[in-house]
Each structure stands twice: as C-alpha cells, then as structure tokens.
C-alpha cells in the first residue's frame, strides 16, 4: 500500500452498501410513485390541473386552503395519489439512521467507545427530530 492510500474499514462498507441500496429503493419508489401521481392511476387529494393555484400561498394559508395538516398527519391520506411520494421522500432521511445501526454491531465488537456514543446520539437526536419532538420556531 502506498503512503498516500487510506485503508477503507469494514463499518464505511458496511454504511456505504447499506446506503447504495436504500437509496436506490427509495429512487425506485420515488419514480414509480411520482408516475403514479402524474397518470392519475391513484386519485390525488389535489388534482394535479390545480396545483399552480396554490404555488404563491404561504404555508399557513395552503395548509388551510388544501385541507392538510402539518406534520405526520400524511399518514392518514397515505391512499392518496399526492401523498404516496411522501413515502420515498420520508425514506431519504430515514436512511442515516438505518446505516448508524447496521454499523453499530461493529463498533461495539470493534470496542470503539468514542464512536459506539457519537452513532448512539446520532439515532437518539436524529429519531426524535424526525418524531416532531425536537422543533424550533414553534
């Protein structure tokens, strides 16, 4: 090995496969679901013909006008044409934390302190953001 050359551990390979095939699956659904949202194959709580009318509101006043609620309310209209993307979308984020774990096991075996606490912050901060718990502004 040159000196220039960085060795490549085995919890980078274990993240980076990890990450390779979340993100493809998430690039899948979100492609197959947009699909399915421009075709109209599912009905959409908005037409997509009425989106532009919508564009220039600010959030409050959309929220209102679409009858939408904030947060993980998108749940609930999950059957939705408009709302499938959100599936995909919430997968993005959702792949951090999935590598933190599956590298977790190898740090602990590795005994590597420093790290074991950092990945464990990470899941703990990033789980609670993501939950609604951690906001700011409100």
């Known amino acids: 090995m040159e000196r220039n050359e960085k060795k490549v551990t085995e919890e980078q390979i274990a993240y980076a496969k990890l990450l390779n095939i979340c993100g ?12 399915i949202y421009l075709t109209g194959t599912v009905k959409p709580h908005i037409p997509l013909a009425e989106l532009p009318k919508y564009w220039g509101l600010s959030l409050p006043d959309y929220l209102e006008q679409t009858n939408y609620k904030a947060g993980w309310s998108w749940l609930n209209m999950i059957g939705k044409g408009d709302f499938l993307n959100f599936i995909g979308i919430s997968l993005l984020p959702a792949i951090t934390i999935l590598c933190y774990i599956r590298i977790s096991p190898i740090l602990i075996r590795k005994k590597d302190t420093l790290y074991i606490i950092i990945t464990a912050l990470e899941v703990v901060i990033l789980v609670l953001a993501a939950s609604g718990v951690l906001t700011i502004g409100h």
């Open 24 to 35: 493809m699956i998430a690039f899948v659904l979100l492609v197959v679901f947009f699909a």
